[in-house]
């Protein structure tokens, strides 16, 4: 989570970053949030509700979509925060590795910690299945890179993915905070690697978006924490 190293102006407009996926940045802890259009028409699934989802909500209803699901990357609160706002107000199920139940759970604390006034409300998760081919029939692809937390994933749909925390444009997504692995995040990073074509556009937690290429050259940072360069 390194919201705070990425400022960007917060505004009510949604930015348009891929075929049919626009960005949401805001929340107290501001962090990306997508809203994707879906093949039926006037419907959207949502990646990584931050801790303002009212913005979020506004900014889909200006595009006229209506959020069928939400989908995490990680149970981390800026991810997660708002996903209980899309479940109460159109029934849309919230997917997350299972693997991250415990994470998501600690939230509250976290942000007491992290002296932010906010709390959230936790969403009745439905455990996704890795490496199945849909997710809440969406055509999504969870793919696993345990390391940030232990459930923390990226999410494939089509020439597109979502990475969390766990794969940035520009620098490297580390902190301390529990359940966080340094050493695990690199192996999971460097198994994915060479299977994520360069011409993929990464859409990360915090940031800008990205080629994977741009990415792999590019982020000298990326680079050293995977040994690739000297530091």
Known sequence: ??????PAPLSGAPERVGDGVWKVTGGGFPSNAYICATETPGEAFIVDPGLDPLRIDRAAQGLSLTPRQVFCTHGHF?????????QQAYGAPVFLHPADLKTMKTSNFLLMVLKL???????EVTP?????????????RYLPVPG?????????FGRQMF???SLYAKGVGLSDLPGENHGLLRKSLLALWDQIPGDTLIHPGHGPSARFEEIATG????????GEVAS
């Open 1 to 6: 989570m390194l919201a705070r190293a990425y």
């Open 78 to 86: 800026d991810h997660i925060g708002g996903a209980s706002h899309f």
């Open 117 to 123: 006034e906010q709390r959230i409300v936790l969403p």
């Open 128 to 140: 996704v299945d890795p490496g199945a081919t849909s997710q809440g029939g969406q055509p999504l």
């Open 148 to 156: 940030h937390t232990p459930g923390s994933c990226f999410i494939r």
């Open 163 to 165: 990475t969390g925390d």
């Open 219 to 226: 982020n000298r940072a990326l680079l050293a924490f995977l």
